[in-house]
């Protein structure tokens, strides 16, 4: 077994004395791919949250690596849900994944020739490098994702949490995306993420979060990624869940015959 990146006990958060997670017991292991799944409104994000430190429990504990929450935060990257980033911000690319860097320089010290350098790699990790001067707010969402991953490799982060990293983005981004998490992963980092392609899950993540404002189970992919699983998470919108991804599969299939045809 590995050692736990994450350990969770008896959390429970809420909003103006509503609990909106309850009893939350889970661990997640170091150098894992983690999902975390459930419906809208289920408490990922807050979750996430909570990780991060920016919201305080109302009972229970976390821990990072073995450290409390709020001692551990330089160990951390997060790449946020697209719509909480005000991309109006007048800054270029270059500089975004140069914040990266500042926890480890201190109050006083600015980004050197090393930093700089060290940024640009982590640009070319991501495919980004050749945008490197453009602002940042004229990047199509994908290319946003991209730039906010290369952020948190510029920190050197061993738990990285993303938000919806795949939404809104297009196939190729997707897959640059997954080919990052790939490599993060062969490199002993931990990547915790709020997904919803439930399609996906089997094939791409270790280790996967059902949560419907209770944690209805977490573990391994094959152990705990079961339909009955998802039936308590979900309930009888897995039902229409599933008639989606029929659709789109059929749509897709279509799609791929019609451009044979051709």
Same mark, same amino acid.
Not at 54 to 79: M, N, R, Y
Not at 202 to 212: A, K, S, T
Not at 250 to 258: A, E, L
């Given at each position: ?28 292991? @170091? ?9 809208? !409104?289920? !408490? ?8 991060? !430190? ?13 450290? @409390? ?12 849900? =697209? ?16 914040? $990266? ?79 990052? +998490?790939?490599? +993060? ?33 977490? !573990? ?11 039936? =308590?998470?979900? $309930? ?13 599969? =059929?749509?897709?299939? $279509? =799609? ?7």
């Amino acid at each position: 077994m590995k050692s736990p990146a994450i350990e969770i006990h008896d959390l429970t958060v809420s909003y103006r004395d509503k609990p909106v997670l309850w009893d939350i017991d889970a661990t997640i292991p @170091e150098g894992s791919l983690c999902a975390i799944v459930g419906p809208n !409104g289920a !408490g990922k994000s807050t979750l996430l949250s909570a990780i991060l !430190g920016t919201i305080h429990p109302a009972s229970g504990w976390l821990k990072i690596f073995a450290q @409390e929450v709020g001692k551990s935060q330089e160990l951390i990257g997060f790449v946020p849900q =697209r719509e909480s980033v005000d991309w109006d911000f007048p800054v270029d690319v270059l500089d975004v994944v140069l914040m $990266g860097t500042y926890s480890r320089l201190g109050w006083f010290r600015r980004p050197g020739k090393a930093q700089r350098d060290w940024a640009m790699e982590c640009l070319e990790q991501v495919g980004m490098a050749d945008l490197n001067k453009r602002q940042v707010g004229e990047l199509s969402g994908g290319q946003q994702q991209r730039v906010f991953i290369a952020r948190s490799l510029a920190q050197d982060a061993r738990l990285i949490l993303m938000d919806e990293p795949f939404a809104g983005v297009d196939a190729a981004t997707e897959e640059a995306i997954r080919l990052v +998490l790939l490599d +993060l992963k062969k490199k002993g980092r931990t990547v915790v993420l709020v997904h919803h392609d439930l399609q996906t899950i089997e094939n791409f993540f270790d280790h996967v979060l059902l949560l419907n404002l209770r944690l209805v189970a977490a !573990g391994p992919t094959a152990e705990t990624f079961t339909r009955e699983n998802l039936l =308590r998470t979900y $309930g009888g919108r897995l039902t229409l869940l599933d008639e989606a991804a029929e659709a789109v599969r =059929r749509i897709r299939t $279509g =799609r791929s015959r019609t451009g044979r045809d051709r």
